[in-house]
């Protein structure tokens, strides 16, 4: 159930925001969400904006996978976020080094793993998977490929960045914030991570996907997360459906959270049971690790259906097409 209206926020700008009436959003927002397509759908509260910057690709007809690499690329440029793209915080030894993958309707797909200097890894795991008879190019190695691609090379670590790790540096203690993506700007939450990940099917219907992180704050240089990993922090089949993953990427790795996800709907589940089903698993691996982290899944099938489930409350997710843009629904968890 998606009807409990005091967790949707409708963005202030839009014409089509303002023209809904309360009962329509009342509507729209009880199960079963199936929209139909074109849709984008993505992970917390900044996949409002990314998803307003897809839909442009959408309501043309475009392709889906150009507009899921569009869409992420908004949350990788925005300076405030310090969780995805360019203004993420740095690893424990000051390098700010980033997590992004790519996947359509083909099956094909490309990702990039801990790579450093580039502001938008979404754009070169796309190179990868378009231009390379590889899936992944991790460290200097996706650098020095970006590079030859054309992209601009450039120092990332933000003044405001570097403070925050700096202070970070006099107790060096990781602790992470659950559901830092939504309260990253206040006081003292800043020590954590998280993603977007976007699903979108287009006028054609068919699917696409993108993720893409700064992964946790203060990780182990070279550390790499869920985010990149196909069938981890996102899968796509275009018989079946998508799914992508946020929060603590190790836990999501140890169950290839994203395919299991898409796998279970294969076998008839709804979005949500098989994003609730994959939580299930991490919680039974790892009961003590799982009270105190957050993971959560989205997920969208073949009809335009969607769901969510993570593990504790706070996880929301935007979705956007022709009637409801930037509608913002809480993914259900299981504390
Ligand atoms: N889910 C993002 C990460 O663990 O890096």
Redesign the pocket.
């Known amino acids: 159930m998606y009807n409990r209206r005091k967790f949707i926020k409708l963005s202030a700008a839009g014409a089509s925001l303002a023209a809904l009436s309360a009962s329509k959003i009342a509507r729209a927002a009880t199960p079963p969400a199936t929209a139909g397509f074109p849709i984008v759908i993505s992970t917390w509260d900044f996949g409002i904006v990314a998803n307003k910057e897809a839909w442009k690709t959408l309501e043309k007809g475009g392709r889906a996978l150009d507009a899921v690499e569009a869409g992420v690329r908004i949350p990788e440029a925005d300076m405030n976020n310090h969780t995805v793209g360019r203004a993420g915080y740095p690893d424990r030894d000051g390098h700010v080094t980033l997590?992004a993958c790519i996947m359509d309707e083909f099956g094909n797909c490309g990702s990039v793993g801990a790579i450093e200097y580039i502001a938008h890894p979404i754009s070169v795991a796309r190179a990868v998977m378009e231009k390379t008879p590889h899936v992944m190019l991790v460290g200097d190695g996706a650098t020095q490929f970006a590079v030859e691609q054309g992209f601009k090379k450039e120092k990332l670590l933000t003044p405001e960045s570097e403070k925050a790790w700096k202070e970070w540096l006099k107790t060096a203690k990781y602790s992470p914030v659950i559901n830092i993506e939504n309260k990253q700007h206040a006081p003292g939450n800043q020590y954590n991570?998280?993603?977007i990940g976007m699903l979108a099917i287009d006028a054609k219907g068919n699917l696409s996907g993108a993720c893409t992180?700064s992964?946790?704050a203060f990780k182990l240089h070279g550390r790499v997360?869920?985010?990149p990993i196909i069938g981890a922090?996102l899968y796509v089949d275009n018989e079946v459906g998508g799914a992508t993953?946020?929060?603590?990427?190790?836990e999501?790795i140890r169950n290839v959270g994203s395919f299991l996800v898409v796998e279970l709907m294969r076998q008839g589940m709804s979005p949500e049971d098989a994003c609730k089903e994959a939580v299930h698993r991490i919680i039974k691996k790892k009961p003590d690790t799982a009270k105190n982290i957050q993971v959560g899944f989205l997920a969208i099938n073949k009809k335009g259906e969607y769901g969510a489930y993570a593990i504790q409350k706070g996880f929301s997710f935007a979705v956007c097409n022709a009637e409801k843009q930037d509608l913002l629904i809480p993914g259900k968890s299981f504390y």
């Open positions: 997590d991570h998280d993603t992180t992964g946790m997360g869920d985010s922090g993953s946020t929060g603590v990427g190790e999501v």
